[in-house]
């Protein structure tokens, strides 16, 4: 057995999504001091799109159902719980006809954050363009409407998906 083999699964899946949760954080402080909010924003933007669009990889890879928006909703919490670990505590529920409302209970990028002490609005950036991408990604037909966040200090993160243009 190799020393990689060593590391049970769920251990590496922990820690790895715990890195990746890092990540919004250690650009900030890394880049914060070089770089004008503006610009630092417009480049977190474009490297959390980037890891937004692997959700509809994940998703087709596991042939998820991405036809209505239950079926997005379901696929884009699913891809994120995988890529940020089981930190990441969600329930999907339909609200009016055409919309699901996803609500997070548990975010890892809030969590890191907090350890941190960063303030959780820093994360915000990274989560909204990653959950922009994830979901139009998923479904171009869809677009997410934020109603609460927990960043914000809100006790939940709740975000409708639905027909995008509403």
């Not at 699964?9 to 890195?19: C, G, S, Y």
């Not at 079926?71 to 529920?93: D, H, I, K, M, S």
């Not at 990653?130 to 927990?150: Q, V």
Request: with cysteine; net charge neutral.
């Amino acid at each position: 057995m190799d020393a990689f083999e060593r590391i049970p699964v769920d251990v590496r899946w922990k820690l790895a999504a715990r890195e990746v949760s890092m990540l919004p954080l250690a650009y900030r402080r890394a880049i914060r001091d070089g770089a004008d909010d503006q610009l630092y924003n417009e480049v977190e933007r474009a490297v959390w799109q980037e890891q937004g669009r692997e959700a509809g990889v994940v998703a087709r890879a596991f042939r998820m159902p991405l036809g209505n928006a239950r079926e997005v909703t379901e696929a884009f919490a699913a891809a994120t719980r995988l890529l940020f670990g089981p930190e990441y505590r969600y329930e999907v529920n339909d609200s009016v006809p055409g919309e699901a409302v996803l609500t997070v209970s548990g975010c890892a990028m809030n969590a890191r954050a907090k350890e941190q002490g960063e303030n959780p609005l820093a994360a915000c950036n990274a989560c909204h363009a990653y959950t922009n991408a994830a979901i139009s990604g998923l479904n171009p037909n869809y677009a997410p409407k934020y109603l609460s966040a927990i960043c914000a200090g809100d006790k939940t993160c709740s975000i409708a998906v639905r027909p995008a243009g509403q």
